[in-house]
């Protein structure tokens, strides 16, 4: 369960030194400013969470739904929404605005994205299968071998590892350390590779679980 987050957008990388001279691979995100434009409570939704909106957007390019959602909520239209679960014990409230000074040098964050896309892809590159031999006449190069017997069971379980579509997928980057803040610009600099393309939409949170940072 989350205690803080913000929506970003990723910038790209870039490297950085540490205060020790340590020469550091960071990703640049633009998180921020967001703008709460709904609270969830358990009492009426059953869970607690909260919606931010972030990215600037013309009204007349939102549809009347949306349009009247926001101003409904008496704030100022976004680009993208995106809900995060948060503690009962939340103080946020709509039309807050939350910056990156949230967050600060040294916290772990989830980063979750939608990674890229690789198209239709074979047992090789997807799922790092080991090749056939090369000598002595032999075809089975790049084949992916036996899928299942004929007896039994006479078809092919579900989930069996195969070529087909990569990517594109949500994935999230755990327990990253952030590097430094910049409030002047809204920038969050966090150690280490983040899903998604340049100018992709993500969604920071405070780490979920303890353990040890990733190189």
Do not use: W
Request: charge should be positive; hydrophobic fraction near 35%.
């Amino acid at each position: 369960m989350a205690t803080k987050g913000l929506l970003a957008r990723k910038i790209g990388m870039t490297q950085v030194f540490s205060d020790t001279g340590e020469l550091l691979p960071v990703t640049v995100l633009e998180a921020g400013p967001c703008i709460v434009v709904a609270r969830r409570t358990t009492a009426k939704e059953g869970y607690e969470a909260v919606q931010l909106g972030f990215g600037d957007v013309k009204e007349k390019q939102l549809r009347q739904p949306a349009a009247g959602h926001f101003k409904k909520a008496g704030v100022v239209a976004r680009r993208h929404l995106r809900e995060i679960r948060v503690r009962g014990d939340s103080d946020l409230a709509v039309g807050q605005e939350l910056k990156v000074d949230i967050f600060k040098a040294g916290d772990r964050v989830d980063v979750t994205g939608t990674s890229r896309g690789k198209g239709f892809s074979g047992q090789h590159k997807r799922h790092h299968f080991g090749r056939g031999p090369v000598t002595h006449g032999s075809h089975n190069i790049k084949q992916p071998g036996s899928i299942g017997s004929s007896s039994t069971p006479s078809r092919v379980y579900k989930g069996m590892r195969m070529a087909g579509q990569m990517g594109n997928a949500t994935a999230t980057s755990t327990f990253l350390t952030v590097v430094r803040v910049d409030p002047d610009r809204n920038l969050l600099l966090v150690r280490g590779a983040v899903p998604g393309h340049p100018n992709s939409l993500l969604l920071v949170r405070d780490a979920r679980q303890r353990g040890k940072p990733k190189k």
